[in-house]
């Protein structure tokens, strides 16, 4: 049976992971395209995912890459199979997005990344 085990980074982002029978830790729409699809959608329609070159008042900095809710952790990168940089996985909206993307959901501080996991470990 999955196991979901969730962490709080510093700034209120909780990092999941989901552990399957088989021990893997990747949340399930990194490993299933049929779930990270439809989650996408969901980010389509309630929180407005596009591609910014699309979007007028869009603002050049708000853009996923630098959003405190993607996580391009080496684990996540990993489970995502991308190791493109272009690619992470969105905490809130459980998804894969681009960097280069921008939604309604975006938190500044981030992104997530090895580092700032190693970071949070040692202040504990």
Do not use: H
Not at 7 to 14: N, R
Not at 26 to 55: F, H, K, M, Q, W
């Amino acid at each position: 049976m999955p196991t979901i085990m969730i962490s709080i980074l510093p700034d209120g982002v909780p990092v999941d992971k989901m552990e399957d029978d088989e021990g893997s830790q990747c949340p399930l729409a990194t490993v299933d395209s049929d779930v990270n699809n439809e989650n996408r959608e969901i980010a389509v329609e309630t929180a407005g995912y596009r591609d910014p070159a699309n979007d007028g008042g869009f603002v050049l900095t708000d853009v996923c890459g630098n959003c405190a809710a993607y996580n391009q952790t080496e684990e996540i990168l990993d489970c995502i199979g991308d190791d493109s940089g272009q690619v992470g996985y969105c905490q809130l909206l459980k998804f894969c997005c681009s960097t280069e993307y921008t939604c309604d959901k975006w938190v500044e501080g981030g992104p997530i990344t090895s580092d700032l996991q190693e970071e949070y470990k040692d202040n504990l």
